[in-house]
């Protein structure tokens, strides 16, 4: 599960904060965690109070963790205390209005209705074309994992990249776009939207980045019989 730190026109901006430590969690592998994520963002220069936006792909446990963390007194407040927290008015509207199962309510308790009473959230209206929330930051709508997902779009001195969310879930899925996640909320779509995306940027020089994907997480997609591939970006120190 990765957090991409990216400077934009001057700010930092996270896309996507994992799965967070010290949560309560069903999934075994996600439980009560205690990792070194906020030491490891502020080697890279994005300590907590620095951070000017934070982009939430979609509001799966997996991408909002490290949306809060707990004070001494018990309380989760958000982790990033100046940062405006971004997801799209869809996503938003979407878990507002459904019936919840434990787990899930479990997570927007602690991740998400923290963030929104510290008035941090700010759920945008994305058109279907895109829209730019920066200069060279675009959100792009790419349903069917869930119903207000977004994909982001950066752009910056002649090069463009992609960072996924969970609309490319697993490098097989560029060998065969019809395989699906089992969590997809609506598996036609999401393979709709995986194929429009990957032969919109099939051949091109757009950078692919996975959000769950293991190393190499970043390359160029190419077309091989009636799937793609992906050729591992250069790695640089």
């Known amino acids: 599960m990765h957090t991409f730190a990216v400077e934009v026109a001057g700010l930092r901006v996270l896309v996507d904060t994992g799965i967070g430590n010290g949560k309560t969690r069903a999934n075994a ?11 490891r963002l502020a080697a890279a220069g994005f300590a907590p109070e620095d951070v000017d936006y934070v982009i939430l ?21 958000p982790t990033f205390p100046r940062a405006r927290y971004v997801t ?18 479990q997570m927007f308790a602690d991740s998400v209705e923290p963030v929104r009473a ?7 209206d994305v058109a279907p074309e895109g829209t730019e929330l920066l200069p060279g930051l675009m959100l792009v709508p790419t349903p069917g994992h869930t119903p207000g ?15 996924t969310g969970d609309c490319v ?3 097989v899925q560029l060998a065969d776009p019809a395989l699906c996640s089992c969590v997809d909320t609506d598996p036609a779509a999401a393979v709709a939207t995986r194929t429009r995306l990957l032969n919109g940027i099939a051949g091109t020089d757009t950078l692919l980045l996975g959000t769950h994907f293991p190393a190499p997480t970043a390359g160029l997609v190419r077309r091989e019989g009636s799937g793609f591939r992906l050729d591992p970006a250069p790695v640089r120190a």
Do not use: F, K, M
């Open 149 to 163: 997902q977004v994909a982001v779009v950066l752009s910056s001195g002649g090069g463009r990249a992609v960072i």
């Open 29 to 39: 592998a996600w439980h009560q965690l205690d990792t070194d994520y906020l030491a």
């Open 57 to 77: 792909t979609h509001l799966h446990a997996d991408h909002v963790g490290w949306n809060t963390r707990r004070d001494a007194d018990g309380t989760w407040r």
């Open 118 to 124: 510290h008035g941090q959230l700010d759920p945008v």
């Open 88 to 105: 799209a008015r869809a996503e938003d509207a979407y878990w507002s209005g459904v019936e919840l199962e434990e787990s899930r309510r």
């Open 169 to 171: 879930h697993h490098p």
